[in-house]
């Protein structure tokens, strides 16, 4: 069964940072493509930031490019997000999803499994 788990969220001000973690069971993160993805409320899910676990390629969206590191830690099984410089904007919930590998590039695709979310909360 795969079980992937977040964790790492919480309230930071305007400015901080916040380390994600997500650790995943049942379901090697070698040679796959792993993101993060989130939801505010109100709003659609976006897809934040991937990687492609077997090149390291990563990709990410406009709005966090500079402030957020995707990595991943294949020993331990765990993908992560360092976000830096925080805005309230990044306020939402956010999600660990993992997938096969595609050729198409990580970014584009849509992943099989989820993780429940933790919550990342900016305020100023």
């Known amino acids: 069964q795969v079980q992937l788990v977040e964790s790492g969220g919480g309230s930071v001000q305007t400015g901080g940072s916040l380390r994600l973690s997500c650790v995943v069971s049942?379901?090697?993160?070698?040679?796959?493509?792993m993101g993060w993805f989130r939801q505010a409320p109100g709003k659609e899910r976006e897809v934040v930031a991937t990687?492609?676990?077997?090149?390291?390629?990563?990709s990410y969206a406009n709005s966090v490019k500079g402030r957020y590191t995707i990595s991943q830690d294949n020993a331990k099984n765990t993908l992560y997000l360092q976000m830096n410089s925080l805005k309230s904007e990044d306020t939402a919930m956010y999600y660990c999803?993992?997938?096969?590998?595609?050729?198409?590039?990580?970014?584009?695709?849509?992943?099989?499994?989820w993780g429940q979310g933790t919550q990342v909360t900016v305020s100023s």
């Open positions: 999803a993992a997938r096969s590998a595609v050729w198409f590039g990580c970014f584009g695709a849509e992943y099989n499994y």
């Open positions: 049942g379901y090697t993160i070698g040679s796959r493509c």
């Open positions: 990687i492609n676990t077997a090149d390291g390629r990563t």
